[in-house]
């Protein structure tokens, strides 16, 4: 299933399996105290972080569309100044004490997931993307990289360019949806996980 996918709508055989991706030098070193599936908003401050809402949401299933209920999912991405949550990253500015830049949350029976967060945005060298890790009792991790349908910086990207042809570039990539019902300014998109 690709990430543009509505549930429903391909067959078995039209599942792509979601391509793997590298985990990139900013895994965060230091987790914030909030870990949760809300980035925009760290712990009780009330202040948002910087950047435009996305709300974004997806299942984690096998190629024959069952949900793998109950997997661990984190994400983690730059703040709105490209900047991660890693000591490694410097040079470029300070991080947005108010952006969480790593979430976690579990699927439901479903294979659902959900996450508030931020529009991903790009940084000398990369297209903009969300790194994803999928984590399950005994099973290898799963690390892919999440990109925007269509970002005109994709072409540019050398880790887009590796993913091996148009089938690939659909299944880690999500169309985005204006959303001012769920937030004003928002956007949506779903971006399900295909795995073995």
């Known amino acids: 299933m690709s990430g543009l996918m509505i549930a429903g709508a391909a067959t078995a055989a039209a599942r792509a399996l979601t391509p793997s991706g590298t985990e990139g030098?900013?895994?965060?070193?230091?987790?914030?105290l909030d870990t949760d599936n809300d980035l925009v908003k760290?712990?009780?401050?009330?202040?948002?972080?910087?950047?435009?809402?996305?709300h974004l949401s997806g299942q984690i299933l096998n190629r024959e569309g069952a949900p793998y209920t109950g997997f661990v999912?984190?994400?983690?991405?730059?703040?709105?100044?490209?900047?991660y949550l890693h000591s490694g990253d410097t040079g470029r500015g300070r991080f947005d004490a108010n952006f969480q830049g790593f979430g976690t949350t579990v699927?439901?029976?479903?294979?659902?997931?959900?996450?508030?967060?931020?529009?991903p945005v790009?940084?000398?060298?990369?297209?903009?993307?969300?790194?994803?890790?999928?984590?399950?009792?005994n099973r290898r991790e799963f690390t892919s990289q999440m990109y925007i349908a269509g970002h005109p910086g994709n072409d540019g990207d050398f880790l887009y360019r590796r993913l091996d042809g148009p089938a690939a570039k659909n299944a880690a990539s999500v169309a985005l949806l204006r959303a001012p019902e769920l937030d004003p300014g928002a956007v949506k998109g779903t971006f399900d996980i295909v795995l073995t």
């Open 122 to 137: 790009s940084y000398p060298g990369r297209t903009p993307h969300i790194h994803f890790k999928v984590k399950a009792p």
């Open 73 to 83: 999912v984190e994400i983690w991405q730059c703040d709105a100044n490209g900047i």
């Open 42 to 54: 760290v712990g009780a401050n009330g202040k948002a972080a910087a950047g435009e809402v996305f």
């Open 107 to 119: 699927t439901g029976t479903n294979g659902g997931y959900r996450f508030r967060t931020i529009k």
């Open 25 to 32: 030098p900013f895994y965060p070193d230091r987790l914030p």
